[in-house]
């Protein structure tokens, strides 16, 4: 049996995909190969949360699964809309990485040291609202790109091959914010400069996670459940989940889907298991900074309707303070 493994054909998308494709290999025993598929998200061009959001990613993994043309996909976790794929399951959510955002600025420079104007590139509303909210004296700018682009927009940074100042292009920005799981993954992080710790940014949902995504009847049979299988493929799927990471991010995409979040809505949210509790904490935010509405909860309910019902109750809080009135939550 040859497992085949769809993927996105950026850097990123390969390396991630590629690290998980040697775990299954190594757990299952069996030969894998990478199919690459081209989405929207890859060849659409203008702002990310103009064109629907990170879901422009998904679609077309998601089509190829169910087309049979692959049989697992690997998603950026952030990546995956909250609601149902019919005949799709997330099979395995493999251990979290760094779910902090990182500032990539010239010369070193930390958040609190940029001067007052400085150009901040980012394609994030959630982003772009909490830098506003904490130095609404700087310029944020609507970026895209993929991660190399990006950096390449910053000059002087570990890495960077060009030094050419081109507007739009390169060497332009005084600093970009990104992912630091990203730049974990291809090896990136001497850009750089600050990491930004959740009291000042929160990640978004699933931020930091892997999705592996493949048809249901494929997936790793639940206990109580004839759905799914217990095959090989199956077996090593569940040997790859984090039972810890997938507490968290459910209660994380729990709080989106009752905020009726889209991808593009200024929302922050991170959750962890520390001891016998799981912890949620959320923001939302106004895209111009000016209101934030932030608040947590925790629970001893370390199961996934535990996880669920703790992603709810922190929405209806966050609602109950106004977050509808300051934020479109419905932005795609």
């Given at each position: 049996?040859?497992?085949r493994?769809?993927?996105?054909?950026?850097?990123?998308?390969?390396?991630?995909?590629?690290?998980?494709?040697?775990?299954?290999?190594?757990?299952?025993?069996?030969?894998?190969?990478?199919?690459?598929?081209?989405?929207?998200?890859?060849?659409l061009?203008?702002?990310?949360?103009q064109?629907?959001?990170?879901?422009?990613?998904?679609?077309?993994?998601?089509?190829?699964?169910?087309?049979?043309?692959?049989?697992?996909?690997?998603?950026?976790?952030?990546?995956?809309?909250?609601?149902?794929?019919?005949?799709?399951?997330?099979?395995?959510?493999?251990?979290?990485?760094?779910?902090?955002?990182?500032?990539?600025?010239?010369?070193?420079?930390?958040?609190?040291?940029?001067p007052?104007?400085?150009s901040?590139?980012?394609?994030?509303?959630?982003?772009?609202?909490?830098?506003?909210?904490?130095r609404?004296?700087?310029?944020?700018?609507?970026?895209?790109?993929?991660?190399?682009?990006?950096?390449g927009?910053?000059?002087?940074?570990?890495g960077?091959?060009?030094?050419a100042?081109v507007?739009?292009?390169?060497?332009?920005?005084d600093?970009?914010?990104?992912?630091?799981?990203?730049?974990?993954?291809?090896?990136?992080?001497?850009?750089?400069?600050?990491?930004?710790?959740?009291?000042?940014?929160?990640?978004?949902?699933?931020?930091?996670a892997?999705?592996?995504?493949?048809?249901t009847?494929?997936?790793?049979?639940?206990?109580?459940?004839?759905?799914?299988?217990q095959?090989?493929?199956?077996?090593?799927?569940?040997?790859?989940?984090?039972?810890?990471?997938?507490?968290?991010?459910t209660?994380?995409?729990?709080?989106?889907?009752r905020?009726?979040?889209?991808?593009?809505?200024?929302?922050?949210?991170?959750?962890?298991?520390?001891?016998?509790?799981?912890?949620?904490?959320a923001?939302?935010?106004a895209?111009?900074?000016?209101?934030?509405?932030?608040?947590?909860?925790?629970?001893?309910?370390?199961?996934?309707?535990?996880?669920t019902?703790?992603?709810?109750?922190?929405?209806?809080?966050?609602?109950?303070?106004?977050?509808?009135?300051?934020?479109?939550?419905?932005?795609?």
């Open positions: 049996m040859s497992v493994i769809g993927t996105r054909a950026s850097k990123l998308a390969l390396t991630q995909t590629q690290q998980t494709a040697d775990q299954l290999a190594a757990v299952g025993g069996f030969p894998v190969e990478l199919v690459h598929i081209r989405t929207d998200g890859d060849v061009k203008g702002s990310l949360s064109m629907g959001g990170t879901g422009v990613f998904v679609a077309a993994l998601r089509d190829a699964l169910l087309q049979n043309t692959c049989d697992i996909a690997v998603h950026s976790l952030k990546d995956l809309p909250t609601g149902p794929a019919l005949g799709l399951s997330l099979a395995a959510t493999p251990k979290r990485v760094d779910v902090r955002d990182v500032l990539c600025a010239r010369d070193g420079l930390k958040l609190a040291d940029l007052s104007g400085a901040v590139g980012t394609g994030s509303p959630r982003r772009a609202a909490q830098l506003r909210a904490v609404p004296d700087l310029d944020i700018r609507d970026i895209r790109g993929n991660v190399d682009t990006r950096l927009r910053v000059p002087g940074l570990s960077n091959t060009n030094d100042v507007d739009g292009k390169s060497n332009d920005l600093a970009v914010v990104l992912a630091a799981a990203g730049l974990h993954r291809i090896g990136r992080l001497d850009a750089v400069s600050e990491y930004l710790e959740t009291d000042i940014m929160l990640p978004a949902a699933g931020q930091g892997l999705a592996i995504e493949c048809r009847a494929d997936a790793p049979r639940r206990a109580g459940s004839t759905e799914g299988s095959g090989v493929l199956a077996q090593a799927l569940a040997a790859l989940d984090d039972p810890d990471t997938r507490l968290a991010v209660a994380e995409r729990a709080l989106l889907a905020l009726e979040a889209g991808c593009a809505a200024p929302v922050g949210a991170y959750a962890y298991r520390k001891g016998s509790m799981l912890h949620l904490e923001v939302v935010c895209v111009d900074g000016t209101a934030t509405v932030r608040d947590k909860k925790a629970t001893d309910g370390l199961t996934e309707v535990g996880a019902l703790l992603g709810i109750e922190l929405a209806e809080v966050l609602l109950a303070r106004g977050a509808a009135d300051i934020a479109d939550l419905a932005a795609s």
